[in-house]
Structures are given as C-alpha cells and as structure tokens.
C-alpha cells in the first residue's frame, strides 16, 4: 500500500545502516503539509535502532519537538521489533504528518507471521516481553493491523504529535 510509488535509496551519506531510504516526499495527492517518509529496514536484530535513527531527523524537519519525537520514536520501536522478532521480511517504515492536524502515523509493514520466532528474540529474559502493546496504547490515540494492498501486514499507529 505505502511501498507503491516510492523511489528506493540507498542510505544518507555517512550511515552505515543496510537499509533502502524511500524518498521523503509531500504525500500524493493530499493536502497542503502531508509530508511522507519510508524505510525498507534489513529484517534481523539492528532494525530497531536503525528505524530511530533514520527517522528521528525527519520528524525534527517536521517540527516535533524532543518530548514528541521520543513518543515517537518509542512506537516505531516497538513496532519494528515486533515485526522482526515475530514476522517474515520484509519489514518497511512509513512515516506520514497528517496536514495541520497535529497527526503523525506510524506504519510498519511485514510478511506475515514466521513460524517461529527469531532466535535473538526467543532468547531474551521474560521479563524483556510483553510490554510493547502497553506502550503503544499508552502513546497512541489509535492503532490496529490491517492486510496492505501488496499482500503485507501493515501494523499502525496515529500519534497527536505536532
């Protein structure tokens, strides 16, 4: 759904990220301020980190301020280890501002479930599992998973962040 009509990438000058950067863009056929940002991620334990770092220049751009951009950046956390801990490649980062309206919607799409989970997943202390869906709906306003038109799991989540 968000993947079709990107231009792919390679990673900014400097990173060292293995990731294809889709073109930052105002959104397609939207209103005046929709601005978009997309990342295809490498599927394995490094995503995480490199979604935040990614992303977090972009949402400064945008006008979120550090309170805002941690929220943020919180989520897409949670939800890219969710999809590589617990899905197939690939696993692709959509950021969207929503016009004026203070809205920031964050979208990580995946293959579907794996079988079993990653083995850098499974072997983490019990105690490091289980929170991330608290968290997200402590953060967010709304959040869901819906099947994307390209065949991918598309977990979501809308913010009030500018």
């Known amino acids: 759904m968000y993947a079709s009509g990107y231009q792919y990438h390679s990673s900014p000058a400097g990173s060292s990220s293995s990731v294809a950067v889709l073109h930052e863009r105002p959104a397609q056929g939207a209103t005046e301020g ?17 979604a935040r ?56 799409s995946d ?15 019990a105690d490091e599992h289980g929170r991330g869906t608290d968290i997200i709906t402590a953060l967010t306003d709304q959040a869901g998973t819906q099947l994307d038109a390209e065949g991918l799991i598309d977990h979501w989540a809308t913010l009030d962040a500018l």
């Open 111 to 125: 293959g579907g479930p794996q079988p079993t989970p990653a083995t850098w997943a499974a072997n983490r202390p």
């Open 34 to 50: 929709h601005r978009e940002f997309g990342l295809l991620l490498e599927h394995g334990p490094l995503a995480p980190a490199t």
């Open 53 to 108: 770092h990614e992303a977090r220049p972009v949402l400064a751009s945008w006008g979120l301020d550090e309170d805002q951009i941690y929220s943020v950046l919180l989520v897409i956390s949670e939800l890219v280890t969710n999809a590589v801990a617990h899905a197939l490649p690939p696993v692709i980062l959509h950021l969207r501002a929503v016009g004026d309206s203070g809205r920031i919607q964050v979208h990580v």
